[in-house]
Nanobody
């Protein structure tokens, strides 16, 4: 399994921005599809965005152009730049790595509140 370490969560006001970062401990990082998921209290974990080894991206409908996922294969890092955050974006955000198997990070809390 791949160890994933997320950072960048926190408290932000509505309309604000945050950048989440996830570093993966694998020499095969470039072979992984990397994704961000989130789970709000009382709700199921859901996909936010993912990026394939070729750089293709997929976003959940609720993103509506507000978030951008990117990867840096030299630094084994996947980023999620989030802007125009709303209270409904409040959740624990998890990094995911998939290549044959799946690995999850420990999660980072994002709270959007005034």
């Amino acid at each position: 399994q791949v160890q994933l370490v997320e950072s960048g969560g926190g408290l932000v006001q509505p309309g604000g921005s945050l950048r989440l970062s996830c570093v993966a401990s694998t020499i095969y990082f470039r072979m992984y599809t990397m994704g961000w998921y989130r789970q709000a209290p009382g709700k199921q974990r859901e996909l936010v965005a993912l990026v394939t080894p070729t750089g293709s991206t997929t976003y959940a409908d609720f993103v509506e152009g507000r978030f951008t996922i990117s990867r840096d294969d030299l630094r084994n890092t996947v980023l999620l730049q989030m802007s125009r955050l709303q209270p409904e974006d409040t959740a624990v955000y998890y990094c995911n790595a998939e290549y044959i198997n799946q690995s999850w990070g420990q999660g980072t809390q994002v709270t959007v509140s005034s």
